[in-house]
């Protein structure tokens, strides 16, 4: 590598250079760093990192030499690392060798001089009045001031060098203008005029989220569908009962709500301390259960004999509580006696000593599994769920966000024979592909983001399985897309409830096939592969999921369903942290984002 300026260089091994003259060069120990161990530098970097550059350590050693610049806004406070060097000897001297920035934004170079070659040495710097690098070597840079912008709800942000690729309909071209007497290189959008199979209107399809401007805060808001699982009746009204014996309910008549007074007071309450069943263990009665399975499976160790319990079983949005009493325990195992009818005189006594009600009533459930999802029952696997039913929401699906329906439309075999009464499963690869009319699941394109889960209980039934659905996007909606949910899932983060879900989607605009992380309503693409995709075509998506040392695998296929085959697209072993999966125990189900997309079948293999 050439040498230039080494007369320069050489004067500068006689001083202190590149460190400015004001300041000391004694390291944390006192001992002067050495003149000829650096002998240039050139280095620019972000003055939201500091205003002063300083070298903060030097370590010559028998193999590498290692230099860690800092920066700080003061002279006399410790500054953070902004950039290092680490080179293996031997060093060339003379020559400018690259820093590496610690947060990308540092850039610069350093050289050494004869010392490198010395014997062993360290220095640790802690203030920059030590060690502070000359001004005209080492300068801070205004950034810029809007360094990323993002789409609104996408939670990727475009930064540093961007290739702007324009997909269909939107064309993205350069363009030289004159502005202001200059020559200029623009950057023009616009829009194919020229494709004329496109069918769609522009003043909708640009359109933001749900139709609207969604900065004006005029886009609709989500409505109300139950309350605490409870749906209103046929003209919208919950009538709420009170106990008259326990309660009275007096309305306002003139600013609305309602006056409750009970007769429960807090001094009923056990030793006077009220405890909220849903966030505290209930320690002054016996040990409450929420559910058969807990109580099969409690350790002896939890009890002694002749404690009473009561367990709680979900039916319905109520919750209704039966009462085990402890006969023996033995070697770790409990022996409960059977349930205990209301009459029981032993029960009652315990009942009045701890205020519970009597086990015959129904009482509103109490158990508030935040941040869990609905605990549902299990499913007997493998499964095939069809949508032909004249149901307008499948018994097995539950619809968390957006709006779904039954709907007619040519749609190929499922599950069972659909359509005509006393059809037969197709015999052939052309009859499985043949369109017959009847009922499919539909995602109507209310402008966000729609979700209906399949349910089955919260574990993590899914590993190691196929889960598959038809669909087929319309041609109406402002996105046009449609997908697999995966691992839906609600997550305290510092005391926030959090919605959580991956989305396996095939996409019209974008042609792609993509793997979206979902936080609330914001989403990070992690992954995505071309796919020519086609509305009022069915396609086949399946996703496999499956656990592999500390990640989590998913591998996705789409392909269009048509007896001649068609276009496939893969995401094969796409690898998640188990930590960014977790829990494990989400649901799977249906996704669409702005879209009208049939769904005809979903199937667990």
Known sequence: MAVRNLNWYNLQSTRRYPLDDSCTGEDDNG?????DILVDCHLRFSEDSGKYAYVQAITISAGLVTVIIG?????????????????????????NYAVTSFSGDTAGWLVFGGAVDGPDVTYRFTYPQQSLLAARCARAFSPLPIPSMKKLGVGTALKDIVNIVGETPLLITTKAEVINDIPRQLIVFSLNTSDTTLAYNPLSYFLGTCGQRPESGTCSKVPIATINGISPDCFGNIDIVFDSSNMNAQAFEDCGGIDITT????????????????????????????????????SADTFSAGDFVRVGVLSGGLSEYTYYRVESLTGGAVTWSAP???????????????DWPNPTDIIPDIVINLPSI????????????????????????????????????PAPFGCVPCG???????????????????????????GAVALSLFKNSASDWAFGRVITTQLKIGADGLDRNGGIVINYRKVNVNGIEQTRYFAATIDVGRGQMRLLNYINNSYTVYASVPMPVKTNQWYKMSVHPSVRGVYVYLNIIAEEMTAEGGTVAQIIDYRIPLADYEPQTGAFGLYTERSYTYFNAFMIA
Request: with cysteine; net charge negative.
């Open 31 to 35: 001992k002067s760093l050495l003149n």
């Open 263 to 298: 007769t429960y007071g807090l001094n009923k309450s056990c030793e006077g301390k009220p405890t909220l069943p849903p966030f505290y263990s209930d320690l002054c009665c016996p040990l409450r259960f929420e559910s058969e399975e807990e109580r099969l499976t409690a």
């Open 420 to 446: 005509l009464e006393g059809s037969t499963p197709p015999s052939t690869q052309a009859d499985m592909f043949a369109l017959t009319e009847h009922n499919t699941y539909l995602a109507v394109d209310t």
């Open 340 to 354: 205990l009818a209301a009459d029981n005189p032993d029960l009652k006594t315990a009942l009045a000593k701890c």
């Open 71 to 95: 920066a700080s806004h003061s002279l006399s406070d410790a500054g953070a690392s902004i950039a290092a060097l680490t080179i293996t000897k031997p060093v060339s001297q003379n020559v």
């Open 374 to 409: 609905q605990d549902y029952p299990s499913v007997q696997l493998p499964a095939c769920i069809d949508f032909c039913s004249c149901d307008p929401v499948p018994p097995l699906f539950d619809a968390v966000q957006g709006v779904f329906s039954s709907a007619k439309t």
